[in-house]
């Protein structure tokens, strides 16, 4: 299903590549009239993730150019699966092929990454998630492609939950004084979560009520010590850790007893898909 921001989104991706004057290379070297068939595939294993962008890329560039889906988000393909065929206007494909690649290149990068990452903790009872940095405009989307890949979503903004960070405390005066805040003004329905570095101010925001610990930037012993000390003041106090995790680190991570391990890794991080379009034309 699109989103409401998405014929938008679309429409300044093709805006950016055809600059008003069209594509010239295919208007001036693909007769009019051709008709194709073509077919994206994929070029190393990969999840899929971003059909319904690609569709509306097609559908944008020109309504009568077919897009069949051959795969589904959140499916796992091998080298040579066809991801999606196409069916109409020669020059309306080639005219579409980037931009479609892109948004499917770099959605399914992020679903792939995801999967490794989700595959990495498989077992411990931990839940690899996301963070805020995401490219500007595709939040939800990638955001949809990391739950595609087996991860789980942070918050999704500034808000749908409190998040005191290091910042935040000083701002406040600590711990104790932030979370009250917080309190002060939350519905009901709004978590608290603490970014804490130190035994100190974890035993505070525990004490404090946060219903959250980001355990930040800490190595695994110091991360271990944390948690002993979280689970023996408050057994059910969900424990998130941050900083620095990469997918060579994460299971460690995870094995510390921490619920949650959130890294930029599987946005940011994430390298793009090798998926392909091969066109075949009409004699």
């Not at 059909?51 to 944008?60: C, F, G, K, T």
């Not at 069916?87 to 579409?96: D, F, N, P, Y």
């Not at 399914?108 to 805020?132: I, L, N």
Request: proline share 2%; with cysteine.
């Amino acid at each position: 299903m699109l989103g409401v921001d998405s014929p938008l989104l679309v429409q300044r991706a093709l805006s950016e590549d055809l600059g008003g004057y069209g594509d010239i290379t295919s208007a001036w070297t693909v007769p009019a009239a051709l008709r194709g068939q073509a077919v994206i595939r994929a070029r190393q294993e990969l999840v899929v993730s971003g059909l319904a962008l690609a569709e509306e890329v097609a559908r944008e560039v020109d309504a009568s150019l077919m897009f069949v889906r051959e795969a589904a988000d959140g499916e796992l393909l091998q080298d040579g699966d066809a991801v999606a065929r196409l069916e109409g206007s020669a020059r309306s494909t080639l005219t579409s092929e980037r931009t479609m690649l892109n948004f499917l290149s770099h959605l399914s990068g992020v679903a792939t990454q995801s999967r490794r990452f989700a595959k990495a903790v498989e077992g411990t009872g931990a839940f690899v998630v996301d963070t805020r940095k995401t490219t500007p405009g595709l939040r939800s989307w990638e955001k949809r492609a990391v739950v595609h890949g087996g991860c789980r979503n942070h918050r999704f903004g500034l808000f749908d939950l409190v998040l005191i960070k290091n910042n935040h405390l000083t701002a406040a005066g600590g711990v104790r004084e932030a979370v009250r805040a917080a309190q002060a003004m939350r519905p009901h329905y709004i978590k608290i979560e603490v970014e804490v570095e130190s035994e100190l101010d974890l035993r505070e925001a525990i004490a404090s009520g946060a219903d959250v610990i980001m355990l930040d930037n800490q190595d695994l012993e110091q991360l271990r010590r944390l948690v002993a000390v979280a689970r023996d003041l408050k057994p059910d106090v969900m424990l998130e850790a941050s900083g620095g995790v990469r997918l060579e680190t994460v299971r460690a991570v995870a094995e510390t007893g921490v619920d949650l391990i959130s890294t930029s890794a599987l946005t940011m991080g994430a390298p793009a898909a090798d998926l392909a379009l091969t066109l075949t034309v009409e004699a």
